[in-house]
């Protein structure tokens, strides 16, 4: 999505409506970010806009980059800065340590860097839906002891890329198999077009 350099472009401030509304966007699709809504778009804060290539816009704040998202889609992806300050607050796959190289190159995220040992799939003992209150017995959305996400993960839903030994996440995009799915089949590409540490819009200036 990323692989090439992006120039730094002008940014915008947003009108307040516009901000509150990404905001709400932004807690209703990753619900585990609201203990922090005030610390990642105070309300009182000045939202900026930074147009990118292929009809992407990138959303900072203070010089810092949050989230960005395209035309075509209405969902919003995290920024990997904003993962490594909040990491446990996006549902998560785990790649096994020889997928790294080939992530970090931009290269589709297949199933088998995910079934194997190292990988980490949802364990999909989650009951009720996400921000609602867990009947008695249930398990709460979010990483389980053996580090796996504790729901189970539907194609287009976004989702963050952590790898095995490593505290970071390296990349995040839209699934195209749903988790499940990627237990049955273990093949066939899982992520595509992601933004990876190092890409065009890791090195991005936004200053």
Request: glycine share 10%; with cysteine; hydrophobic share 35%.
């Amino acid at each position: 999505m990323f692989k090439k350099e992006i120039s730094t472009a002008p940014k915008s401030k947003l009108k307040s409506s516009v901000q509150r509304g990404l905001r709400q966007s932004l807690l209703s699709t990753y619900p585990l970010l609201t203990p922090h809504a005030e610390e990642i778009i105070p309300k009182k804060g000045s939202l900026e806009a930074m147009k990118l290539p292929d009809r992407c816009t990138l959303y900072v704040l203070d010089a810092q980059p949050l989230f960005f998202q395209h035309d075509t889609s209405s969902t919003l992806l995290p920024h990997l800065r904003l993962v490594h300050r909040f990491p446990d607050a996006f549902p998560s796959i785990r790649i096994d340590r020889g997928a790294i190289r080939f992530v970090l190159s931009g290269a589709t995220l297949m199933a088998p860097g995910l079934t194997s040992v190292g990988g980490r799939l949802p364990s999909g003992v989650f009951v009720g839906e996400s921000g609602s209150e867990v009947p008695e017995g249930g398990v709460k959305e979010g990483l389980d002891e053996e580090e796996r996400w504790t729901r189970e993960l539907e194609k287009g839903e976004p989702v963050v890329v952590r790898a095995e030994g490593k505290t970071e996440a390296c990349a995040v995009g839209f699934l195209v198999m749903g988790t499940k799915e990627v237990k049955e089949k273990g093949k066939g590409p899982v992520i595509e077009d992601a933004h990876y540490l190092g890409d065009g819009l890791w090195r991005l200036t936004t200053d």
